[in-house]
């Protein structure tokens, strides 16, 4: 079946710092979303794409997807306390249903 | 406000039992979803439905049951033959049009421990 991986698993930061998680998928995607998971919390949706090549920007996070629409990238620039969580990628292959990735979580110190 | 409910924050089932996970919705949503999340792990779909009287299984559905009756409510059963229930659970939402595309909207979610 389809699998969505992301790398890294982990990752911790200072704040000031940029961060990026990358997502892969064993197939072809038709639309690709992210969603930010709090400590405690549920997945909040962030932001979709569906064009090969697309690039989003809200603030300081940018969103990319890949030109092959088989990989996707969040990059956070001069991260803050408030970024912490786990950040999922979740996309749409050719069983028409959402399969999501594995997750990285981001933790930012002082 | 709108949104999506979970109840009960936390349970916890004895060996044998069945327990029922509640999710609604007011949102007018036409498709519903369960997830479960394991430490450190991504969702992992168990049933979705699309429309009311209808649903399907996801990729983990061996284990679970639910039903579909009204729009706004989507009930998850784990059975005695889920062997490892201990999860957090999630239900999500969103609209029915090509559902896949949609943005899902979830619940706080629902704690499962085995006694």
Redesign the interface.
């Known amino acids: 079946g389809q699998q969505v991986m992301q790398i890294p698993q982990y990752q911790h930061v200072q704040e000031g710092e940029d961060f990026t998680t990358y997502c892969n998928s064993s197939t072809t995607l038709s639309n690709i979303q992210w969603y930010k998971q709090r400590p405690g919390g549920h997945p909040v949706f962030l932001i979709q794409l569906v064009k090969s090549g697309e690039v989003k920007k809200q603030k300081r996070l940018t969103f990319q997807f890949g030109e092959a629409k088989k990989n996707s990238s969040l990059h956070i620039t001069a991260t803050q306390t408030t970024d912490v969580g786990t950040y999922f990628c979740a996309g749409t292959g050719t069983a028409s249903k959402l399969t999501f990735g594995t997750g990285t979580r981001l933790q930012v110190t002082l | 406000d709108g949104g999506i409910t979970q109840s009960p924050k936390y349970l916890f089932r004895k060996e044998g039992q069945n327990v029922t996970l509640s999710c609604e919705q007011n949102l007018n949503h036409d498709a519903m979803y369960w997830?479960r999340q394991d430490p450190?792990?991504?969702?992992?779909?168990i049933y979705?439905s699309q429309i009311v009287n209808d649903f399907q299984k996801?990729?983990i559905a061996e284990g679970y049951s639910v039903s579909r009756e009204k729009k706004e409510s989507f009930p998850l059963t784990v059975t005695s033959a889920q062997k490892n229930p201990t999860a957090f659970y999630?239900c999500a939402s969103s609209t029915g049009t090509a559902f896949?595309?949609q943005?899902?909207?979830?619940?706080?979610?629902t704690r499962l421990s085995i006694l």
């Open positions: 997830y450190g792990q991504g969702l992992r779909l979705y996801g990729d999630l896949s595309r943005p899902q909207h979830f619940g706080d979610g």
